[in-house]
């Protein structure tokens, strides 16, 4: 165990490497902040529109997400990737919001009563508070400044996985698509994994869709295949969902070689 979470550790700082290693061309967007009651700090917030916003009388989706910088962080890879599905008529329009991190892992995670867990930042198990953010001062100022639908979506990768599978199993009403990739779901003695059955009893019942992948990363397949066993053993009328197990791509390839594929497949079949 204490070498698993050694090796997890070091996919952290190696993903961090990665990225300053990666140059994204960086969008047209919007930029401002909010001082946030919830986190007690100022936050980012990074928007990037549709072509067609300005032009349309339409109100659009929006789909979220932590990890939402534009330095050293997954902002313009996705809303480029976003702009070309919308382009081929893929994935229907819709708006990007990215935020920008102050303490990643402490918004990421939940708490967690294993010590190894705690060594990866000096404050972790702040979700709670974060996703208080989100649903109470965020989600009413992107509704104030633009045109949007009821219909929202939340993306991320490794934490920020965590984070949407976290949110999805204690607040799915929050999101109508939730988008994880390589979710960390080893977090805590992997104990979201293992009372899954008893959240997914109390699914709301609005439809919900779920998109996840799990890469050749030991201690996070063991996991998300745990979990997609689990989801399929019922029958949720409420969950649309799909695995794509990805044993070729890596805990930092897996993002970037998948991302389009769950686009496409969460919109498909909205």
Not at 197 to 202: A, M, P, R
């Amino acid at each position: 165990m204490k070498i698993i979470k050694s090796i997890t550790i070091f996919l952290f700082l190696y993903k961090s490497m990665i990225s300053q290693q990666t140059t994204d061309s960086v969008p047209n967007h919007e930029t401002f902040t909010i001082q946030s009651v919830s986190l007690n700090e100022l936050r980012t917030i990074n928007v990037w529109l549709p072509t067609t916003y300005n032009s349309s009388l339409d109100s659009f989706p929006v789909m979220y997400m932590a990890d939402g910088g534009i330095i050293e962080e997954d902002f313009p890879h996705v809303a480029n990737t976003m702009a070309l599905l919308i382009s081929q008529k893929q994935i229907p329009p819709m708006i990007l919001v990215g935020i920008q991190n102050t303490q990643r892992r402490r918004d990421l995670t939940g708490p967690t009563e294993v010590e190894s867990d705690k060594k990866i930042a000096p404050v972790v198990g702040g979700s709670e508070q974060f996703r208080l953010f989100i649903k109470s001062e965020l989600f009413p100022e992107i509704e104030k400044r633009y045109k949007t639908t009821s219909k929202k979506g939340i993306l991320g990768e490794s934490l920020s996985g965590l984070f949407v599978m976290e949110t999805f199993f204690k607040e799915p009403e929050m999101f109508d698509y939730y988008i994880a990739f390589d979710p960390s779901l080893w977090w805590n003695n992997h104990t979201l994994v293992n009372h899954a059955n008893t959240y997914l009893q109390k699914l709301p019942n609005k439809l919900i869709t779920l998109w996840f992948a799990g890469s050749s990363a030991k201690d996070i397949y063991k996991y998300t295949r745990q979990l997609n066993r689990e989801l399929n053993k019922a029958n949720y009328s409420s969950l649309r969902f799909f695995y794509s197990d990805e044993p070729k791509e890596k805990h930092h390839t897996i993002f970037r070689a998948t991302k389009e594929k769950a686009l496409k497949w969460v919109f498909e079949h909205k």
